[in-house]
């Protein structure tokens, strides 16, 4: 059974940084790629950063670019997403997810067949 199990979220003012981790156990097949979502209330789920996890290639939405950072340890099984600056607009419920199947956006979720459980991150001004 596939698990993803985020962590490292927490509350923090602005300007602050965090680091969330998403570790992976269960698979039968290594991931192709991994991704980092967020959902905050009253809005739809958006990818905000991808990592190709066999060589390292990142891809992420334009509003995050020089602020996140997704990286791997394949030894560990395990994702992360470095935050730096936050600001309030970042408030969400942060997800992990894996496997990218089919064609098309980058960054839809439901071409992601696994998913984490998430990991609130709160910003106050």
């Known amino acids: 059974q596939v698990q993803l199990v985020e962590s490292g979220g927490g509350s923090v003012q602005a300007g602050g940084s965090l680091r969330l981790s998403c570790a992976a156990s269960?698979?039968?097949?290594?991931?192709?790629?991994m991704a980092w979502f967020r959902q905050a209330p009253g809005k739809k789920r958006e990818g905000v950063a991808r990592?190709?996890?066999?060589?390292?290639?990142?891809l992420y939405v334009d509003s995050v670019k020089g602020r996140f950072t997704i990286s791997r340890d394949n030894a560990k099984n395990t994702v992360y997403l470095q935050i730096n600056r936050l600001n309030p607009a970042d408030t969400a419920m942060y997800y992990c997810?894996?496997?990218?199947?089919?064609?098309?956006?980058?960054?839809?979720?439901?071409?992601?067949?696994?998913w984490g459980q998430g990991t609130q991150v709160t910003v106050s001004s």
């Open positions: 997810a894996s496997h990218l199947v089919g064609a098309g956006d980058a960054f839809a979720p439901n071409r992601y067949k696994y």
């Open positions: 269960g698979y039968t097949d290594v991931p192709n790629y």
């Open positions: 990592i190709y996890t066999a060589g390292g290639g990142t």
